[in-house]
């Protein structure tokens, strides 16, 4: 008889469940055809058997499909007794519920990409927006859940209301991280900055990451390196920064914006080296 550690998201295989967790944070949101990573475990009597590896997202909310980019890593951990494994499994869990893991259900499955699928994307230039809160768990822990979900409440509205004013377009929000795109890049910064402004009445410090760069469009769905790229650019900013790749600076020559060179970066996943630029204003 089959020994499991389960939950209210566990999948069912057989007698056995598999807990599994999908890795979050505003650079892996909701935007269809992100990369992110996935952990799953189980336990059987005292041994407990891992799995991780990088996974592809498709769709956004509930409708989304998440599949193994490559076949994924495994780990068997034999235990001398049932409560040693018990004990292990639950580590193991509770270290990924948190901030940066959300509970997944359904399978995860290897990847059949249809040999026609490239003919149905429709290419798309914008300049991207990255914004994320800091130390959002620390404030949320201190506020409580009721009063977080209030400050969270205005906190969307004036980024929204900063967006329609700057005729951003809204992408998708992803825990305290949104994703927006913008026609004009000095559309993007001047939102940006009025963002940061807004929320600091809430008592909140964001943190902001801008690129430019083309993109791939399939109905509502949106792919492309661009997106990383945005996405690591505000991995890059310190608590009240707005910064941006070279790509958005070289376009901005005659917006009288200035700017402070921050340096040469490598991003995290993503080819050549960045020189990035504090937005001074």
Same mark, same amino acid.
């Given at each position: 008889?089959? %020994?499991?550690?389960?939950?209210?998201?566990?999948?069912?295989?057989?007698?056995?469940?598999?807990?599994?967790?999908?890795?979050?944070?505003?650079?892996?949101?909701?935007?269809?055809?992100?990369?992110?990573?996935?952990?799953?475990?189980?336990?059987?009597?005292?041994?407990?058997?891992?799995?991780?590896?990088?996974?592809?997202?498709?769709?956004?909310?509930?409708?989304?499909?998440?599949?193994?980019? /490559?076949?994924?890593?495994?780990?068997?951990?034999?235990?001398?007794?049932?409560? $040693?494994?018990?004990?292990?499994?639950?580590?193991?869990?509770?270290?990924?519920?948190?901030?940066?893991?959300?509970?997944?259900?359904?399978?995860?499955?290897?990847?059949?990409?249809?040999?026609?699928?490239?003919?149905?994307?429709?290419?798309?230039?914008?300049?991207? &927006?990255?914004? %994320?809160?800091?130390?959002?768990?620390?404030?949320?822990?201190?506020?409580? %859940?009721?009063?977080?979900?209030?400050?969270?409440?205005?906190?969307?509205?004036?980024?929204?209301?900063?967006?329609?004013? /700057? $005729?951003?377009?809204?992408?998708?929000?992803?825990?305290?991280?949104?994703?927006?795109?913008?026609?004009?890049?000095?559309?993007?910064?001047?939102?940006?900055?009025?963002?940061?402004?807004?929320?600091?009445?809430?008592?909140?410090?964001?943190?902001?990451? /801008?690129?430019?760069?083309?993109?791939?469009?399939?109905?509502?769905?949106?792919?492309? /390196?661009?997106?990383?790229?945005?996405?690591?650019?505000?991995?890059?900013?310190?608590?009240?920064? *707005?910064?941006?790749?070279?790509?958005?600076? %070289? &376009?901005?020559?005659?917006?009288?914006?200035?700017?402070?060179? $921050?340096?040469?970066?490598?991003?995290?996943? *993503?080819?050549?080296?960045?020189?990035?630029?504090?937005?001074?204003?």
């Amino acid at each position: 008889m089959y %020994d499991y550690v389960s939950g209210p998201n566990d999948l069912s295989i057989g007698r056995m469940h598999m807990p599994k967790f999908l890795r979050i944070g505003v650079h892996q949101s909701n935007v269809s055809g992100y990369t992110s990573k996935a952990w799953c475990v189980r336990r059987v009597g005292s041994t407990v058997f891992l799995r991780w590896g990088a996974v592809e997202v498709y769709g956004i909310g509930d409708g989304r499909k998440v599949y193994w980019t /490559l076949p994924p890593r495994a780990k068997t951990i034999r235990c001398d007794t049932v409560q $040693r494994a018990k004990d292990y499994a639950k580590t193991a869990i509770a270290r990924r519920r948190n901030h940066r893991y959300q509970p997944l259900t359904g399978n995860i499955a290897t990847r059949r990409r249809p040999a026609d699928r490239g003919a149905e994307l429709e290419q798309a230039l914008a300049t991207i &927006l990255f914004v %994320d809160i800091v130390r959002s768990t620390e404030k949320a822990a201190r506020l409580g %859940d009721s009063r977080w979900t209030q400050v969270m409440k205005h906190y969307y509205a004036a980024v929204r209301r900063e967006l329609k004013t /700057l $005729r951003g377009k809204e992408v998708v929000t992803t825990g305290d991280g949104l994703l927006a795109t913008f026609a004009a890049p000095a559309a993007g910064v001047r939102c940006a900055t009025a963002i940061r402004e807004a929320v600091r009445t809430l008592g909140l410090e964001i943190r902001v990451g /801008l690129h430019a760069g083309e993109y791939k469009v399939s109905g509502a769905e949106v792919f492309g /390196l661009a997106f990383h790229i945005g996405a690591r650019v505000a991995a890059k900013a310190r608590a009240g920064e *707005v910064l941006v790749s070279s790509a958005v600076k %070289d &376009l901005m020559s005659q917006s009288g914006i200035r700017f402070k060179d $921050r340096g040469v970066h490598q991003l995290k996943g *993503v080819p050549e080296r960045w020189r990035l630029y504090r937005v001074e204003h």
